[in-house]
C-alpha cells in the first residue's frame, strides 16, 4: 500500500493565482481531511469528508474549496492565492468503522504564495 | 468551544523521562490521541487513549483522566531521534466522522 500519497511536495504561487493540491489514499477509508500547519499555530482543520459525494467544513475553510468524487481522490483547491495561505498542507485519512481509528498523513505540500 | 493545551518546548537530557502534558476542554469526548512528528515530516501516531488510566507501549506511555480533562505523554530511555514535536489531540463525539482537533504541538529538544 503506497498509504496516503500528496502531491506537489513544493509549490511557489503569485498572488491570485489558483491550484489543485492533489491527494489519494489506497486504504479504502472513507473519512479524509485536510490541515493547514503554520509555525506556533499547530495543525488546524481545513474541510473534511466522510464519503464520497460529502463534505463539510472544518476551522479553517475561507479560500479553499474541496470536493470528493471518488474514496480514494479528496483534492483541495485554490481558488486565488494569497499570502496568508502560505503554508504546509497535509492530508489525512482513516477508516469510520470500529471505535479506534488511526489516522494517517499523507508527507505534505509545501506551498508559498508570494 | 474546543481547547487544547500544551507546553511549547521542553528540552531533556538522552537516557532520562520526560512527561509531556496536555489539558483539554472540548464540547465533548470521545478519545484522546498522541502523535509525533519529526521536523519536516508527517505526523505519525504515537497512542490513543478513550479510557482513565495508563497505556504503555514500548518507552512510551500516555495517561488519561477524564475527570481532570488530562493527558500525558512519558517517554522513558531518551534517545537523541525523539527530538521532534509531539502533538495531542481530541476527538469530541462518539462517532468515526469526528474530526480530530489538535493542540500547537510540543517541541522536544533531546541534548546529550
Known amino acids: 500500500n503506497a498509504g496516503v500519497t500528496q502531491t506537489p511536495k513544493f509549490q511557489v504561487l503569485k498572488t491570485g493565482q489558483s491550484m489543485t493540491l492533489q491527494c489519494a489514499q489506497d486504504?479504502?477509508?472513507?473519512?479524509m481531511s485536510w490541515y493547514r500547519q503554520d509555525p506556533g499555530m499547530g495543525l488546524r482543520l481545513i474541510h473534511y469528508?466522510?464519503?464520497?459525494?460529502?463534505?463539510d467544513q472544518g476551522e479553517v475553510p475561507n479560500g479553499y474549496n474541496v470536493s470528493r468524487s471518488t474514496t480514494e481522490d479528496f483534492p483541495l483547491r485554490l481558488l486565488s492565492a494569497a499570502p496568508s495561505q502560505t503554508s504546509v498542507y497535509f492530508c489525512?485519512?482513516?477508516?469510520?468503522?470500529?471505535?479506534?481509528?488511526?489516522?494517517?498523513f499523507g508527507p505534505g505540500t509545501r506551498l508559498t504564495v508570494l | 468551544g474546543q481547547n487544547i493545551d500544551q507546553p511549547t518546548e521542553m528540552t531533556a537530557t538522552e537516557g532520562a523521562i520526560v512527561q509531556i502534558n496536555c489539558t483539554y476542554q472540548?464540547?465533548?469526548?470521545?478519545?484522546l490521541f498522541w502523535y509525533q512528528q519529526h521536523a519536516g515530516e508527517a505526523p505519525t501516531f504515537l497512542s490513543y487513549?478513550?479510557?482513565?488510566g495508563l497505556e504503555e507501549k514500548g518507552r512510551f506511555s500516555s495517561f488519561l483522566s477524564r475527570s481532570k480533562g488530562y493527558s500525558y505523554l512519558l517517554l522513558k530511555e531518551l534517545q537523541m531521534k525523539d527530538s521532534a514535536s509531539y502533538l495531542c489531540?481530541?476527538?469530541?463525539?462518539?462517532?468515526?466522522?469526528?474530526?480530530?482537533?489538535f493542540g500547537k504541538g510540543t517541541r522536544l529538544s533531546v541534548i546529550a
Open positions: 472540548t464540547s465533548g469526548f470521545n478519545g
Open positions: 489525512a485519512s482513516r477508516s469510520t468503522s470500529g471505535h479506534y481509528n488511526e489516522q494517517f
Open positions: 489531540a481530541v476527538r469530541s463525539r462518539n462517532s468515526g466522522n469526528t474530526p480530530l482537533v
Open positions: 469528508s466522510v464519503g464520497a459525494g460529502i463534505t
Open positions: 486504504m479504502n477509508h472513507e473519512y
Open positions: 487513549n478513550v479510557l482513565d
